[in-house]
Every structure is written in C-alpha cells, then in structure tokens.
C-alpha cells in the first residue's frame, strides 16, 4: 500500500469497509423470519424477529412487556454482536 496516492487509498478503505458490512448483511439475510439477540457498540440489547436487512439498518419485531409488537431499526455500523435464539 505504499507508495499509492491518497486518493486511490481512500477508495481501496472504503471498499473494504463495504465488503464487511455486506458480509454483516448476507450473514443477517440468513435469519430473516428467526428470532435473535442484537448487542450494539452503544451498549444497547435488543431481541426480535428479523423482519428486514439493508445495506444500512436491520428491522426488527420486537414484543413489549406488556405484549405489544414493535419495530426496532438497528444500523449495521452500530452492531457489535449477533446470538441467534432459534425459530420464531
């Protein structure tokens, strides 16, 4: 890498930072419809059905306490780490 011109070590960061979130979003493609557990870097814990992944954010179903549905968008930046629970 060295020796590359500012410019085109810009673009060779930037494609590697969306390949990872890519593999972030096939990997949540995969439990679309399941329920998991969604740690965020902000601290924040979050369980749901995945309902729908883009390049940007992860819906999610989630049920109150008092049995009310809700829908969490979550961005994939902020996610740290993922535990799937099993079937919805």
């Known amino acids: 890498m060295r020796g590359l011109p500012p410019r085109v070590l810009s673009l060779l960061l930037i494609n590697i930072t969306k390949m990872n979130f890519q593999q972030v979003e096939n990997l949540l493609i995969r439990y679309r419809g399941q329920t998991i557990d969604v740690k965020t870097i902000s601290g ?6 995945v309902m729908d992944v883009t ?18 968008f979550v961005l994939l930046h902020s996610i740290e780490s993922i535990l799937p ?4």
Request: proline share 0%; charged share 30%; glycine share 14%.
């Open 44 to 49: 924040g814990v979050y369980e749901g059905t």
């Open 55 to 72: 390049n940007d954010y992860l819906a999610l179903k989630t049920k109150s306490a008092l049995g009310e549905e809700d829908q969490v």
């Open 85 to 88: 629970r099993g079937l919805a």
